[in-house]
């Protein structure tokens, strides 16, 4: 597994699941970026068994369960949901870009990662069912699905950025 490096104590973590229950679902990648432009997609080879998978993360825990590093994420109320059921504990400062651009605009009605990297961002993503393309996500191909997942994982560290700076400018 490539090192991951982190300068500015602060890591964009997505994850790609079966579904939206994580009582029934699982995780089928974890995509991590932290700096603009860049992102690592670990796609999980046993998904289905949670204490192999978790094991096989075992070179991401030292950076998920550091205090001193700050965990963004969009929508961690889902993603820390699946990382409780895998045993995973996230410690350190979590910051939710969902919650974030609430902030800036409580009266907007979305506020998914989607229409909020194409408002703020000006960047346009394709969406989950595009990716999928009727294939359940555990056929999509690893290349796509990495891309995407990347993609997400990035579009997060780079709204984290921009909503900080908004934010602290009102």
């Known amino acids: 597994m490539t090192e991951i ?11 790609e699941t079966t579904g939206l229950d994580p009582f029934t679902d699982y995780i089928v990648s974890i995509a991590v970026s932290v700096e603009k432009g860049k992102g690592f997609n670990i796609v999980l080879p046993f998904y289905k068994n949670k204490a192999k998978a978790k094991e096989f993360l075992q070179p991401l ?18 993603d820390l949901k699946f ?34 990297s194409e408002l703020h961002l000006h960047y346009h993503q394709i969406s989950f069912e595009e990716m999928r393309k009727g294939r359940d ?7 796509e699905l990495t891309k995407y997942a990347c993609e997400d994982a990035d579009l997060t560290l780079q709204l984290y950025y921009y909503l900080n700076q908004q934010l602290n400018q009102n």
Do not use: C, S, W
């Not at 490096?5 to 994850?15: G, N």
């Open 5 to 15: 490096k982190i300068k500015e104590k602060a890591i964009a973590v997505d994850l």
């Open 61 to 78: 825990l030292p950076i998920l369960e550091d205090k001193i590093i700050t965990k963004v994420f969009h929508n961690a109320k889902f």
């Open 83 to 116: 990382f409780q059921k895998y045993g995973i504990e996230i410690k350190g400062e979590i910051i939710d870009t969902m919650i974030l651009d609430y902030l800036l605009d409580p009266n907007r009605k979305t506020h998914g990662l989607k229409e909020i």
């Open 137 to 143: 996500i555990t056929e999509v191909p690893k290349e």
